[in-house]
């Protein structure tokens, strides 16, 4: 694949059939039965409403959208979901592209971290990128227990701000 400029911009709405199907064929790409896929097809669409209520970003490279994540604000703290990569474009440069879009996003919103619950064939890719083990998060399917990482990486030049004793 001849290298081309990888550009981030904001999904449009009218793009959540195909982050969707991205997002599917992401998972795919990890082995999982295609059961599982099933099981799991509500966590992995990404609606209109989604995308209109949180900042999300597509990587596009030419007109195909390689990638996508979103920036999901709560709270008392912002999360990194949905992150998807086209299966043939991982390894190039588009996750990583995407990751320090929304860590600089983050900075200027002056978020002190990122979280992610990460898939665990993902867990390395976020090491890679700063981010490091916080907590487990811990589920079944069909009989089979299974640990995703719950990860966060800090936002440089954020302060943290502590949580006082007793909250």
């Known amino acids: 694949m001849a290298s081309q400029e990888i550009v981030i911009r904001r999904a449009q709405p009218d793009e ?9 064929a992401a998972k ?19 609606t209109e409403d989604f995308i209109a209520g949180n900042e999300v970003y597509v990587a596009v490279i030419g007109d195909e959208i390689a990638g996508c994540c979103a920036l999901v604000l709560g709270d008392s703290r912002a999360e990194l979901e949905h ?17 320090m879009h929304v860590k600089k996003r983050a900075k200027d919103l002056n978020l002190p971290e990122l979280e992610i619950s990460a898939d665990p064939n993902a867990e390395g890719f976020y090491q890679r990128m700063g981010a490091t083990r916080i907590g487990e998060v811990r589920s079944e399917i ?26």
């Open 16 to 24: 959540a059939g195909a982050l969707t199907e991205l997002a599917h």
């Open 28 to 46: 795919r790409q990890g082995g999982y039965p295609a059961n599982w896929i099933e099981h799991w097809k509500e966590g992995l669409t990404i």
């Open 83 to 99: 992150m998807w990569i086209k299966p043939e474009r991982i390894g190039t440069g588009v996750g990583k592209a995407l990751f």
């Open 142 to 167: 069909e009989g089979q227990p299974r640990v995703l990482p719950r990860l966060a990486v800090t936002v440089a030049g954020v302060p943290k701000k502590e949580t006082p004793p007793g909250w």
